[in-house]
């Protein structure tokens, strides 16, 4: 079965130091790659998505990803982490050869950062 | 301003009381999609519609129903609401120009059954 995994239920990370949220997947071909911001009582927004071209993809609020083709990765990174930053981050996959624009979805990580 | 919004933000009911769930966007587009959220299981999809009249069941339909009669509106109905179906719902849409596509969420509903 196709899936998404985000490893980690919690990161904790100082203000200033570099953050990594992970993400990796389980899909056939080459699909479409995407992660998705939950700030507290809100809904969910787009940061960045990965469709072709440079694995290192820059997204919004400074974030950016890498897309690691052979480790099935899309690691969310930033280099220098805001207490802002503190949120719940989605990774999620769309397979190219489904039909329906299904997203599969990971369970989601929360970010910490403290100052 | 470009958004999706959904009606009621906030709900409390009883067992087997129907409600209804409304979701608009204003961005004209074709794809339109229900989720439910629940700790630890992230995102499931509930339905979707690709355009008017033309729905389709998620991953957890059971226990709603959608409708798509205009293009700009697409409520969730719990005909028979039960406490299992107590969840944070998030509405989203986007066009339907292929896997890619961004997808624009509405604020939510968190919804408890009683």
């Known amino acids: 079965a196709q899936s998404v995994a985000q490893p980690e239920d919690q990161v904790n990370v100082a203000e200033g130091n570099p953050l990594t949220v992970k993400c990796t997947y389980s899909?056939?071909?080459?699909?479409?790659l995407f992660w998705y911001v939950q700030y507290p009582n809100r809904g969910l927004q787009f940061l960045l998505k990965?469709?072709?071209?440079d694995n290192l993809v820059k997204g919004s609020y400074g974030f950016e990803a890498e897309f690691n083709k052979s480790q099935t990765s899309f690691h969310l990174k930033k280099p220098s982490a805001l207490v802002s930053d503190s949120a719940l981050y989605f990774c999620?996959?769309?397979?190219?050869?489904?039909?329906?624009?299904?997203?599969?979805w990971g369970a989601g990580t929360k970010l910490i950062i403290k100052p | 301003e470009a958004q999706v919004t959904q009606n009621p933000r906030y709900l409390i009911t009883v067992t087997g009381k129907k409600l209804t769930v409304t979701c608009s966007q204003n961005?004209?587009?074709?794809?339109m999609s229900w989720y439910r959220q629940d700790p630890g299981l992230g995102l499931r999809q509930i339905y979707y519609?690709?355009?008017?009249?033309?729905?389709d069941k998620g991953d957890v339909p059971e226990g709603y129903k959608v409708s798509r009669k205009e293009k700009r509106n697409f409520p969730l109905i719990l005909e028979s609401p039960s406490p299992n179906q107590t969840s944070l719902y998030f509405c989203?849409?986007?066009?339907?120009?292929?896997?890619?596509?961004?997808?624009?969420f509405g604020p939510g509903t968190r919804l408890l059954v009683l």
């Open positions: 989203a849409s986007s066009f339907a120009g292929g896997f890619q596509e961004t997808q624009y």
């Open positions: 961005m004209n587009h074709e794809y």
């Open positions: 519609s690709m355009n008017v009249e033309v729905t």
């Open positions: 899909v056939s071909g080459n699909p479409y």
């Open positions: 990965y469709i072709t071209g």
């Open positions: 999620a996959v769309s397979p190219r050869e489904d039909s329906n624009y299904q997203l599969i």
